[in-house]
């Protein structure tokens, strides 16, 4: 039997070839190409004969068979409407060349007029993977909220970003809608340094706003490492994360993650901005710190992990 649905697997030498972020799995291998692919003639299983749009090789996955779905790195895949993925233990792999932001494999979602479209990209399965892949929105219709919304079950994205043009003035709208149970986010960028955000208002990058994505869900035992989270804020008032008392559940872990402001904008006076945590709480630990920021947070249940930083005579810290 073959590693793949690849003629003989890929091998080298008779060795199997996993890659950076080629997975080895049991199931079939679809490829995604909109320049060079046919939704109708092609049976996507082989990159001289990719299908043109994700959600084709979405349809053709099986729940819980550990399906892949390489996406080209040479043009945009346009959405036109929100991508809603249901099923179990489906990996989407991109860009597999480490890139923590500009991925060449992009996922994206400009204006629509559907309700239905509260994010570009709706995970609700469980053991789901990403890897290699930029996730943008450009979407002002009034129900969207943004990017991604994450609420399914041990979720891992692997060196994606996370980008949203859209409600600079909103409180309500973030790259990343976060209620997935055991999300696991490794070298992943949240935000941008580009854009900025109107006036002094919150727009988080992470929203933890409970069943935004679905009833009942809500962020529990998430982990953030090394990743970062960018902004340019409009006022003191703009934080990166954003929840209630009861939205984070258990733990959420930021290890190694960074929370950068552009020196062009404001300072934010919180980099998480949450209220006085009631079940659960948030854990700094490594080297996580926050730039051109006040404080990384004030609230109580946010724990902070961190080393303490010292001045020496060739190490300087700025006091705030």
Same mark, same amino acid.
């Given at each position: 039997?073959?590693?793949?649905?690849?003629?003989?697997?890929?091998?080298?030498?008779?060795?199997?070839?996993?890659?950076?972020?080629?997975?080895?799995?049991?199931?079939?291998?679809?490829?995604?190409?909109?320049?060079?692919?046919?939704?109708?003639?092609?049976?996507?299983?082989?990159?001289?004969?990719?299908?043109?749009?994700?959600?084709?090789?979405?349809?053709?996955?099986?729940?819980?068979?550990?399906?892949?779905?390489?996406?080209?790195?040479?043009?945009?895949?346009?959405?036109?409407?929100?991508?809603?993925?249901?099923?179990?233990?489906?990996?989407?792999?991109?860009?597999?060349?480490?890139?923590?932001?500009?991925?060449?494999?992009?996922?994206?979602?400009?204006?629509?007029?559907?309700?239905?479209?509260?994010?570009?990209?709706?995970?609700?399965?469980?053991?789901?993977?990403?890897?290699?892949?930029?996730?943008?929105?450009?979407?002002?219709?009034?129900?969207?909220?943004?990017?991604?919304?994450?609420?399914?079950?041990?979720?891992?994205?692997?060196?994606?970003?996370?980008?949203?043009?859209?409600?600079?003035?909103?409180?309500?709208?973030?790259?990343?809608?976060?209620?997935?149970?055991?999300?696991?986010?490794?070298?992943?960028?949240?935000?941008?340094?580009?854009?900025?955000?109107?006036?002094?208002?919150?727009?988080?990058?992470?929203?933890?706003?409970?069943?935004?994505? &679905? #009833?009942?869900? =809500?962020? !529990?035992?998430?982990? *953030?490492? @090394? +990743?970062? $989270?960018?902004?340019?804020?409009? /006022?003191?008032?703009?934080?990166?994360?954003?929840? &209630? #008392?009861?939205? =984070?559940? !258990?733990?959420?872990? *930021?290890? @190694? +993650?960074? $929370?950068?402001?552009?020196?062009? /904008?404001?300072?934010?006076?919180?980099?998480?901005?949450? #209220?006085?945590?009631?079940?659960?709480?948030?854990?700094?630990?490594?080297?996580?710190?926050?730039?051109?920021?006040?404080?990384?947070?004030?609230?109580?249940?946010?724990?902070?992990?961190?080393?303490?930083?010292?001045?020496?005579?060739?190490?300087?810290?700025?006091?705030?």
């Amino acid at each position: 039997m073959s590693y793949t649905n690849f003629p003989n697997g890929i091998t080298s030498m008779g060795v199997p070839i996993l890659g950076t972020g080629m997975p080895l799995m049991c199931g079939n291998v679809y490829f995604v190409d909109p320049d060079a692919g046919d939704d109708t003639h092609y049976d996507g299983k082989s990159a001289d004969k990719p299908f043109a749009t994700i959600d084709k090789a979405l349809d053709s996955c099986t729940t819980n068979n550990d399906d892949v779905i390489v996406l080209s790195t040479n043009t945009t895949h346009t959405l036109t409407e929100m991508l809603t993925i249901s099923i179990n233990r489906v990996h989407f792999v991109g860009d597999i060349f480490g890139r923590q932001y500009g991925q060449r494999a992009k996922i994206s979602l400009g204006v629509t007029t559907a309700v239905t479209d509260v994010f570009a990209v709706k995970n609700t399965g469980v053991g789901n993977t990403f890897t290699g892949i930029k996730f943008m929105c450009s979407n002002t219709l009034t129900q969207n909220v943004g990017t991604v919304g994450e609420g399914g079950e041990y979720a891992v994205y692997r060196n994606c970003e996370f980008y949203n043009s859209a409600k600079l003035t909103s409180d309500t709208h973030a790259e990343l809608i976060l209620n997935g149970d055991s999300a696991q986010f490794y070298n992943c960028t949240f935000g941008s340094l580009a854009d900025a955000v109107s006036g002094d208002k919150i727009r988080p990058a992470v929203l933890l706003t409970a069943a935004t994505v &679905a #009833a009942g869900k =809500v962020s !529990r035992d998430v982990m *953030f490492d @090394n +990743c970062r $989270f960018w902004k340019q804020a409009g /006022g003191t008032t703009t934080a990166f994360i954003k929840g &209630a #008392a009861a939205d =984070v559940e !258990r733990i959420m872990e *930021f290890h @190694n +993650c960074q $929370f950068i402001a552009n020196v062009l /904008g404001a300072v934010p006076a919180v980099a998480i901005d949450v #209220a006085t945590l009631t079940v659960g709480e948030i854990i700094l630990t490594g080297d996580t710190c926050a730039i051109e920021c006040t404080k990384i947070a004030t609230a109580t249940g946010v724990i902070n992990c961190t080393p303490q930083r010292v001045a020496t005579a060739t190490i300087g810290i700025q006091a705030t």
